[in-house]
């Protein structure tokens, strides 16, 4: 299960790491805007992955553990904007 968690930790790339990139050469336009949208929208997905990776490892190490979606309803009410 450690393989799962690493492998939903090495999705995730910084947006700090896509914004330097953006100040150093001094990008603007329509791909910049859709190359740091798509950086933060990844880091979105990587967040429900995690949680999904962590209540799969929990179950699998865990004698009688039972999978809770609960885990998965609240990232995504946290998620969602004006909850």
Request: hydrophobic content about 55%; proline content about 2%.
């Amino acid at each position: 299960m450690r393989r799962v968690l690493f492998w939903v930790l090495a999705l995730g790339t910084s947006p700090a790491a896509t914004i330097a990139v953006i100040n150093e050469t001094r990008s603007h336009g329509r791909l910049t805007d859709l190359t740091l949208g798509t950086a933060v929208a990844k880091d979105v997905v990587m967040v429900m992955l995690l949680a999904l990776g962590i209540s799969l490892a929990r179950l699998f190490s865990t004698a009688g553990a039972v999978f809770s979606v609960e885990v998965l309803e609240a990232v995504g009410r946290e998620l969602l904007p004006g909850s």
